[in-house]
T-cell receptor
Framework: ELKVEQNPLFLSMQEGKNYTIYCNYS?????LYWYRQDPGKSLESLFVLLSNGAVKQEGRLMASLDTKARLSTLHITAAVHDLSATYFCAVDFGDTPLVFGKGTRLSVIA | NAGVTQTPKFQVLKTGQSMTLQCAQD?????MSWYRQDPGMGLRLIHYSVGAGITDQGEVPNGYNVSRSTTEDFPLRLLSAAPSQTSVYFCASRSPRGLSTDTQYFGPGTRLTVL
């Protein structure tokens, strides 16, 4: 079965702190996506990771992919309130629709 | 490029009514999908298509029909609306894996309430 698991599902972090969201998946893939969703809005693409060892960074967010461990991480550095949102990872297992994790609801508090 | 467009943005139906949610993309993407998202929940796949004339069921297809007569359009039909279909519906499109390093794009969503 094709599965994608994210953890944690809920994350409350203080401004200025660092934290990591994990995305594990069940079988071989070398293509993974991270999305952000603000309340009442659609999903916005953050990162596309296309190979083992891929690392992408945008501002305070950095995503990486380890295909051998079937693991991607989304690292948040020095969190700010504007990063409060729900973050989804999605895996491309081949000729099937993307499989999404359940999402991580991030709340950054002062 | 307009990307992925959806109409309407909001809709209220009575139980038993039928309607069609429209989805169009102008990126020449072969793959298109419909998802529903309930409050505080993730995305659940309803139906998807890998090209014109080809559709398949996702995780929660009951009560919904789709067709794909053109590459651009992928309408979702609610046959007889039920309160359980109250949700936000997202359409998405992308290129097949081997043809692109691009992402999957989402439409803005349709917020549906069934009374």
């Amino acid at each position: 079965e094709l599965k994608v698991e994210q953890n944690p599902l809920f994350l409350s972090m203080q401004e200025g702190k660092n934290y990591t969201i994990y995305c594990n998946y069940s079988t071989t893939s070398d293509r993974l996506y991270w999305y952000r969703q603000d309340p009442g809005k659609s999903l916005e693409s953050l990162f596309v990771l296309l190979s083992n060892g891929a690392v992408k960074q945008e501002g305070r967010l950095m995503a990486s992919l380890d295909t051998k461990a079937r693991l991607s991480t989304l690292h948040i550095t020095a969190a700010v309130h504007d990063l409060s949102a729900t973050y989804f990872c999605a895996v491309d297992f081949g000729d099937t629709p993307l499989v999404f994790g359940k999402g991580t609801r991030l709340s950054v508090i002062a | 490029n307009a990307g992925v467009t959806q109409t309407p943005k909001f809709q209220v139906l009575k139980t038993g009514q039928s309607m069609t949610l429209q989805c169009a993309q102008d990126m020449n993407h072969e793959y298109m999908s419909w998802y529903r998202q309930d409050p505080g929940m993730g995305l659940r796949l309803i139906h998807y298509s890998v090209g014109a004339g080809i559709t398949d069921q996702g995780e929660v297809p009951n009560g919904y029909n789709v067709s794909r007569s053109t590459t651009e359009d992928f309408p979702l039909r609610l046959l007889s609306a039920a309160p359980s279909q109250t949700s936000v519906y997202f359409c998405a499109s992308r290129s097949p894996r081997g043809l692109s390093t691009d992402t999957q794009y989402f439409g803005p969503g349709t917020r549906l309430t069934v009374l």
